[in-house]
Each structure stands twice: as structure tokens, then as C-alpha cells.
């Protein structure tokens, strides 16, 4: 399968569509702020990608500089990272266009990842230190924000000090302003230390789906 055509310009949007604006492009890099993945993982998460156009992709991000890859484990470079905002980005613009009734549902925490990390980044002050392991839509992350810096990476966390989940229906409910976080928090099973890092971590997340939702 041969490479899209450059735009060949000088304006860092066409040098950025250049190497993000191939087809599905943005999805590979969505699926892997999830943490390291195989191929058949990545192909799982991405209904309706084809083989080829997978593999041509991910050949085309680890020449661009946005992917390595070790062994079959492919993984985002710290350049790659950086695409987190520009996804967060496009996931609120995302959030009032209509969902088309053919549209196919991806069902796969790993694809709300990069938004939800994204809105807790933002969310973060510079001293903020916390760590927690996230169960979404049944399916466990560990949760570490340093610095303002977060990163939310598929797996449970050992010894988590905070444990908590919610759906990701939920945590939509809470960007749209039906509902506070610290209500559907209070329904489910939440295991701490120490209850003011529970606080902490919901007070957090309120404000990270605050954001999300465009109220901050």
C-alpha cells in the first residue's frame, strides 16, 4: 500500500497532516496512549481497519519518529506521547457532532484512554501527586500523576492506594453536567488508605470531566 501523498508545505499544519493525517493514523496512536500493544491487540481495537492498512500505519509512524518497535510490541515514543493533547482536542470538538446511526461502536476502554488522560492532565496543578488504579468499563489502569504530568497505562496497579471505577457512560454524564462524580463514586465499592486521597483523586476527576465537558 503506497504512502498518501504529501502536501510538501511549509506550514507546521501541513507538516503535521503529513505525518497524522493519513487514514487511521490518529487511531493507531489513540489505541497505544493505552500502553504498549501487539498487532492483533491493536487490529482488536480498531473494527474495520484492514491488515495492510494497519501494518502501513504503523511502518509509517515508526518512521516519522511517533512509534518504536521492540520485538512485536509496538509502544509511543516521547514524541508520540505529545500527541495526547491534540487527540484530547479532537475528542471535545468531537463531543456535539452527531454520531451517525450506522456509526460502529468500539466497545474498547483503550479508545477513551488518551481523552481521559488528556482531561486529568489539564486538570493537574504542578504539585499534584497521585497514584490509583482506575477500573473502566470493568477494565483496570493504573493511574500516576507527577509534576502535572499523567499517565494512565492498561494493567491493575500493585498495592494501589486508591482504588475506584466507573463506566465511561458515567464519566460522560459528568462532562455533560447531569451528574457529579462524587455520586456515582458513592454508589460502587471504593477500597483507599487513606480517605483524603479518595477525595483528592474524585475532586480531580470532577475537574477533569469539567473540562472535558467545556465548563472550565
Known amino acids: 500500500m503506497s504512502r498518501a501523498k504529501p502536501y510538501s508545505l511549509s506550514c507546521p499544519i501541513s507538516l503535521s497532516l503529513d505525518l497524522l493525517g493519513n487514514r487511521w493514523a490518529l487511531h493507531v496512536l489513540r489505541e497505544l496512549h493505552a500502553g504498549p500493544s501487539g498487532f492483533g491487540m491493536l487490529r482488536d481495537g480498531l473494527p474495520g481497519i484492514a491488515t495492510n492498512m494497519l501494518s502501513a500505519r504503523l511502518a509509517e509512524l515508526v518512521e516519522g519518529g511517533l512509534v518504536s518497535k521492540s520485538g512485536r510490541i509496538y509502544a509511543l515514543t516521547e514524541r508520540g506521547q505529545a500527541t495526547r493533547g491534540i487527540l484530547f482536542e479532537l475528542a471535545r470538538f ?16 483503550s ?20 497514584r490509583a488504579e482506575i477500573w473502566l468499563d470493568e477494565t483496570p489502569f493504573t493511574l500516576i500523576i507527577s509534576q502535572g504530568q499523567a499517565a494512565m497505562i492498561a494493567g491493575p496497579m500493585p498495592l494501589a492506594p ?19 462524580l462524587a455520586n456515582f463514586a458513592a454508589q460502587g465499592e471504593i477500597i483507599a488508605q487513606d480517605p483524603l486521597l ?11 470531566m469539567d473540562i472535558y465537558g467545556g465548563f472550565k
Open 94 to 109: 468531537g463531543r456535539d457532532i452527531p454520531t451517525p446511526e450506522n456509526a460502529v461502536q468500539t466497545g474498547f476502554p
Open 111 to 130: 479508545s477513551r484512554i488518551a481523552i481521559l488522560t488528556g482531561a486529568i492532565e489539564r486538570a493537574a496543578g504542578p504539585l499534584d501527586e497521585l
Open 162 to 180: 486508591v482504588r475506584l471505577g466507573f463506566s465511561w457512560r458515567d464519566l460522560e454524564a459528568v462532562a455533560r453536567g447531569d451528574q457529579r
Open 198 to 208: 479518595v477525595a483528592a483523586l474524585l475532586d480531580l476527576l470532577q475537574k477533569a
